[in-house]
């Protein structure tokens, strides 16, 4: 299976190896403070999908020195990228947003922004504030949009349509911003058939990268109770790398596949519980990406090279 890697591609870009500093901008969400719903989507904990960024306690800049230290082992004279992960990170007047972005660009190890956001909180002044600072530094922004199937949509309350989605897209790209596009597999009542075809979507949707993440169940989450009822079945691993194999193979050669799975806090993972060790889960997809390239008869690359 030949696919565009994030490595492969920082490295490329940037000239070595790059690691994502996962920060909390202090934000919340509309999904969660009545303006679009009130308990966010199914899934999410009450960390907003920032498990494992640094907590919002001090400066960004501190806030980076910590998350550097727990890194350290991993990216020896490498570079970062600061990651705006928790909640919607463009939810909050553009002042806010530009001191705390200009906190985390001003550091010179510091090579790019990603902000995740929802499509749905993307005004004419925040994307001319991207768009500002993406003249200093690379700005990405990272878009949740899951599946583009309404049925799954409305099961984990996402809150807005496809062509709200298809709109931001738009935008970010006439401001010359990179997209990344959040696409999670396993949701309920989907087929593999449906996944691929949400797979197939992103890629023609003009984002620049994609990230594919396993449906897991927390502790603490709506989707947590639907699962203790029954209501909501689990890939297998063999299952998941199947699905992720498929989905692979509809992309364009040169988006980049910045997440291959993903996996929760281990104190607070329900199931499944085989997505705990990460390490393992990727070994066994590294494994089974080079049995299919062997029976195709031709060697195995994990990225495909611009």
Not at 285 to 297: E, S, T
Request: hydrophobic fraction near 40%; include cysteine; charge should be neutral.
């Amino acid at each position: 299976m030949e696919y565009r890697s994030f490595h492969q591609a920082m490295r490329e870009r940037f000239g070595c190896k790059v690691y994502k500093l996962a920060l909390d901008g202090g934000m919340t969400c509309p999904n969660r403070d009545g303006t679009v719903g009130e308990r966010g989507c199914i899934f999410c904990s009450d960390v907003g999908s920032g498990d494992f960024a640094a907590p919002a306690c001090g400066s960004i800049s501190q806030q980076i020195a910590q998350a550097k230290q727990r890194v350290a082992a991993k990216n020896k004279n490498g570079r970062y990228i600061a990651y705006f992960q928790s909640f919607t990170n463009t939810y909050a007047p553009v002042p806010y947003l530009e001191a705390l972005f200009r906190q985390a660009l001003e550091l010179e190890d510091i090579v790019a922004l990603s902000v995740a956001t929802r499509p749905d909180c993307l005004g004419p002044e925040v994307l001319s504030l991207l768009k500002t600072l993406n003249r200093d530094k690379p700005v990405w922004v990272e878009l949740g949009l899951q599946t583009i199937h309404p049925e799954s949509a409305r099961y984990i309350r996402r809150g807005y349509g496809l062509p709200v989605y298809d709109q931001a897209v738009r935008r970010l790209k006439e401001a010359g911003l990179e997209v990344i596009t959040h696409v999670i597999l396993g949701l309920p009542g989907e087929t593999m058939e449906d996944m691929v075809e949400t797979a197939r979507y992103v890629g023609a949707s003009g984002a620049d990268g994609i990230k594919l993440q396993l449906l897991h169940v927390l502790e603490g989450t709506d989707l947590a109770q639907d699962y203790r009822e029954g209501k909501v079945p689990v890939l297998t691993q063999e299952e998941y790398i199947h699905i992720l194999e498929a989905c692979l193979a509809v992309l364009p050669p040169d988006l980049v596949v910045h997440r291959l799975t993903g996996d929760g806090p281990k104190k607070d993972l329900l199931a499944p519980l085989w997505s705990a060790n990460k390490k393992q889960v990727l070994n066994a997809i590294r494994a089974a990406f080079a049995r299919d390239q062997v029976r195709q008869g031709s060697q195995y690359h994990p990225f495909v090279p611009k």
